[in-house]
């Protein structure tokens, strides 16, 4: 039993581990800026929205660019293939950079890209019998995404740091600028 165990806790391999630390990070700062909204700037909560539509493009980029990373035969096709999806995202996200009037979403879908692919590129390109394991993860990923939104727009979730002072210290999200330039 304790053997078992043992080879069950060497069975993660460093790549993961590593890959996983700015997903950690990010957390923190999530946790942060939730019970101490302003730690890192006025606006942060506005940004943190931003990111979480960032998140949303690279959930559904994760399915697309598994294929790209499993099917090509040559690197450089699979490179290519990456860099092609990557900058077709790209676009989608310059739009929600449009919308919300700042370019910085497109610095943050590549480094959240990067930090999906970190563990592939840190290890072996994946294989088509790896391809149900990975669609299964981003299944997963979409599922707890889909799901935890549902969740903190509909359940009574602490306020913590994040008052109704803090929130209309904000500047306006897309849906709203139309209105506030009206003055309703």
């Not at 990111?51 to 090509?72: D, G, K, Q, V």
């Not at 299964?136 to 799901?147: I, T």
């Not at 002072?165 to 999200?173: E, G, H, I, N």
Request: glycine content about 8%.
């Amino acid at each position: 039993m304790a053997a078992s165990a043992a080879s069950a806790v060497r069975a993660v391999p460093w790549a993961h581990l590593i890959a996983a630390i700015p997903d950690f990070g990010l957390a923190g700062f999530f946790a942060i800026s939730w019970v101490a909204p302003y730690a890192f700037g006025d606006h942060m909560l506005s940004r943190l929205e931003l990111m979480m539509l960032m998140e949303f493009i690279i959930l559904h980029s994760s399915a697309f660019l598994a294929c790209a990373m499993t099917f090509p035969k040559l690197p450089i096709l699979r490179i290519g293939a990456l860099i092609g999806l990557g900058l077709l995202y790209t676009i989608f996200v310059g739009v929600f950079s449009l919308s919300f009037h700042t370019w910085w979403p497109i610095a943050s879908f590549w480094v959240l890209l990067s930090n999906r692919m970190l563990a592939i590129v840190m290890g072996k390109a994946p294989h088509e019998r790896d391809l149900d394991f990975i669609i299964l993860g981003w299944a997963v990923g979409v599922a707890c995404y889909l799901g935890y939104a549902l969740l903190t727009a509909t359940a009574n979730i602490p306020r913590l740091g994040v008052s109704l002072a803090v929130q209309q210290a904000q500047p306006p999200s897309v849906g709203d600028y139309g209105r506030s330039s009206r003055g309703g």
